[in-house]
Nanobody, 114 residues
């Protein structure tokens, strides 16, 4: 069973940056398209960004141009560089496969506030 551990969140001011990391234990990471998802208080979990096994990325419109997803298959890790953060980016951020096939981790909290 693959375990996902997210990290890198924190409290930042609007306009600042964060780099989120997600490490997947177990095998199969390099063969899977991965995604970052977020859940804001009182809202459903939503897709934020995805990256194929080959490295092609896609983003939800609200973060396009501000975020970069990347992966390091040697480290079983997917990253989300988040720039120009806005208060509406506040959420718990999770990673998973693009089909959400693995057990969700604990997530990492991102708070954007002045």
């Amino acid at each position: 069973q693959v375990q996902l551990v997210e990290s890198g969140g924190g409290l930042v001011q609007p306009g600042e940056s964060l780099r989120l990391s997600c490490v997947a234990s177990g095998s199969g990471f390099s063969f899977n398209a991965m995604g970052w998802y977020r859940q804001a208080p009182g809202k459903e979990r939503e897709f934020v960004a995805g990256i194929t096994a080959g490295g092609t990325a896609n983003y939800v419109v609200s973060v396009q141009g501000r975020c970069i997803i990347s992966r390091d298959n040697a480290k079983n890790t997917v990253y989300l560089q988040m720039n120009s953060l806005k208060p509406e980016d506040k959420a718990v951020y999770y990673c998973n496969t693009n089909r959400k096939t693995w057990t969700w981790g604990q997530g990492t909290q991102v708070t954007v506030s002045s």
